[in-house]
């Protein structure tokens, strides 16, 4: 059976790595990227089951990434959670066109739960 595949956008590489782990122990492939400014190439390469958008993600940041990954036809079905340390999240998310958002700090299982629901 294929892993599911996981793409997390965040500047954090602390967080980061404890993503990765967590989620490569629980079976996913997971890959990770500081940086929004090449999200099409990104996720072109990897093919993510689901992706994980920090908002304040350096060069173009999480709303214009995932609005404009949204507006591409072969990405538009791609699960994108919003994660993100902010008092509005449900707006960001909202104006992001985002299927769902966690705000940080997070609990894991919460995480763990949202990712479940959006990979069958």
Request: aromatic residues 8%.
């Amino acid at each position: 059976m294929n892993k599911k595949r996981i793409l997390i956008f965040d500047d954090d590489t602390t967080l980061l790595e404890l993503i990765s782990i967590i989620f490569e122990d629980g079976g996913y492939e997971v890959d990770i990227s500081q940086t929004s400014h090449n999200i099409l190439e990104k996720v072109s390469e990897f093919h993510p089951d689901i992706i994980l958008m920090d908002n304040w993600i350096p060069n173009i940041g999480g709303i214009e990434a995932t609005k404009l990954l949204k507006s591409k036809e072969e990405f538009r079905n791609i699960p994108v959670i919003y994660v993100t340390a902010n008092n509005d999240i449900e707006s960001l998310a909202e104006s992001a066109k985002a299927d769902d958002y966690v705000a940080k700090p997070f609990d894991l299982e919460e995480l763990e739960k949202k990712v479940a629901k959006y990979i069958k």
